[in-house]
């Protein structure tokens, strides 16, 4: 855990810029004990729960047959611009991460080169402008002849349609959830980032609707006092009996809304199961 101001630094400094950080929960804890604690300790970056995933390297089984040791954790594995693990261990990893990510010209892109032909085009998709870029591209696409030129030019129209298509899918399912409180953001990633564009500007419309609708005011306001509470969370198991209450009493006292299954579900996921007590 003493690694966690450490890598929310290189978050923080690292993030759009090609660097992906996930920090991976493997003693068992369930996703809303680490959700709270990472809550707690000032964690943004994605924290997968070991027991979901396949993946050999965070797999349980795997993992004993590598000769797994709780004691050595944690675990860090860097993965370069090629796909393949560049660094393994424990510390010291700064020096190599730094030199990797200096190779990442276009973040975003998952492509190191680009044709000279829309090389500016990239850089503006590495700045995060999509509307720009999209506008850009789509003049562009017309006057090229060059297929190396072209494949760059459909590449780039796909990741900014991929990138499009997932911030919309989280704000269409976040706003059918009622779970405003995550689709604002989605919407307002959009908004700014695809500025120009019809994505930005549907985008901004549901903003507008959203920030004046007074249900939404509501959902908004029972999350932000849910959030207040969830920052009360703390590690003592002699106090979780008493914050458990609290949130179910939280539940009750907002029936009706969002913020009142989410209470329900965090307080079910904190509950020791009777192997755990």
Do not use: C
Not at 225 to 231: G, I, K, P, R, T
């Amino acid at each position: 855990m003493r690694q966690l101001p450490h890598l929310q630094n290189l978050w923080e400094e690292y993030e759009g810029k090609g660097l992906h950080l996930f920090h991976v929960e493997s003693q068992n804890h369930t996703y809303e004990k680490v959700m709270l604690f990472t809550r707690k300790a000032g964690v943004t970056f994605p924290n997968p729960i070991q027991n979901w995933s396949d993946f050999p390297m965070i797999n349980s089984a795997a993992l004993l047959d590598w000769g797994y040791d709780s004691k050595k954790l944690p675990r860090t594995y860097l993965i370069g611009v090629e796909g393949r693990v560049i660094w393994e261990g424990r510390f010291g990893y700064d020096e190599v991460l730094k030199e990797e990510l200096k190779k990442v010209r276009y973040p975003g892109l998952f492509r190191l080169e680009v044709d000279r032909a829309v090389r500016s085009i990239a850089k503006t998709f590495g700045k995060g402008e999509y509307g720009k870029a999209w506008k850009d591209v789509e003049k562009k696409l017309p006057l090229l002849k060059d297929e190396p030129a072209l494949d760059d030019a459909r590449w780039i129209v796909t990741r900014l349609e991929e990138i499009s298509s997932y911030w919309r899918g989280v704000a269409d399912e976040a706003m059918q959830e009622a779970r405003y409180h995550v689709a604002i953001p989605a919407l307002e990633t959009l908004a700014g980032g695809f500025s120009g564009h019809d994505v930005g500007r549907k985008a901004a419309e549901d903003l507008k609707r959203l920030r004046r609708d007074a249900d939404v005011k509501k959902e908004l306001a029972a999350i932000a006092a849910l959030e207040e509470l969830m920052d009360e969370y703390t590690l003592s198991r002699r106090a979780l009996p008493g914050y458990i209450e609290r949130l179910l009493a939280f539940a009750k006292s907002h029936e009706g809304l969002r913020a009142a299954v989410e209470a329900t579900e965090l307080a079910h996921g904190l509950t020791p199961h009777p192997i755990d007590r």
